[in-house]
């Protein structure tokens, strides 16, 4: 079974980072693409950014291309999500979720991490 548990969220000024972990068990990765989505009060599930395990392909949605980094260590079966010059606007839920490359649905979420950033 794929468990996947986020920590690092928390409180941060605009113009801050934070960065946080999603430690994945119960696979062998190498197949699977792990993103980050985040969803704000009274607005849809958004991805966020994700990578190809195997490769390290990586992709941004346009509202944090250039600020925020994802990146992954095979050995701790861990994806990070490193967020820089935060804005009030990223404010949200942000999960971490897995899916095969084949199957184009994202099956495992964590249970989320908060992020607030204050003007």
């Known amino acids: 079974q794929v468990q996947l548990v986020e920590s690092g969220g928390g409180l941060v000024q605009a113009g801050g980072s934070l960065r946080l972990s999603c430690a994945a068990s119960g696979r062998t990765f190498s197949t699977y693409i792990l993103a980050w989505f985040r969803q704000a009060p009274g607005k849809e599930r958004e991805i966020v950014a994700r990578?190809?395990?195997?490769?390290?392909?990586?992709y941004y949605a346009d509202s944090v291309k250039g600020r925020f980094t994802i990146s992954r260590d095979n050995a701790r079966n861990t994806v990070w999500l490193q967020m820089n010059s935060l804005k009030p606007e990223d404010t949200a839920v942000y999960y971490c979720?897995?899916?095969?490359?084949?199957?184009?649905?994202?099956?495992?979420w964590g249970q989320g991490t908060q992020v607030t950033v204050s003007s």
């Open positions: 979720a897995a899916r095969t490359m084949i199957v184009n649905t994202y099956a495992y």
């Open positions: 990578i190809n395990w195997s490769s390290g392909f990586t």
